[in-house]
């Protein structure tokens, strides 16, 4: 692969960064939540109370595994950082416009891939 030299990687580091910090926030109010939900399914009594607990916590664990996928995207991205291949598509090799990098930091392909 080769190397992107047309990059302010310190920008994207810094945008990476200000990420991954938003997504441990946000893991961490979610995983609240759902801590919240199971000591609040342990107490309820009703049957309509524990089936809208239990929806409310099955969409709270897709939207934490979600938010999990994309810290790991951010993770893997500043890793490329470090090791060098930051804005090279992984499937054709070719520079990812800087346009997509903005607007998606974590971006590992082409748009069009």
Known sequence: MKKR???DLEHFKALL???RERLLKEIDGVAGDTQALEVAASEAEDRGDIS???AQNAI???LLQD???QLHEVDEALKRIEEGDY???EKTG???PVERLEAYPAARTLADV
Do not use: F, M, S, V
């Open 60 to 62: 709270d664990q897709r």
């Open 67 to 69: 938010l999990k996928r």
């Open 94 to 96: 070719k520079p990812i």
């Open 17 to 19: 960064e200000a990420e």
């Open 5 to 7: 030299n047309d990059l």
């Open 52 to 54: 809208e607990i239990d």
């Open 87 to 89: 804005g090279i598509c």
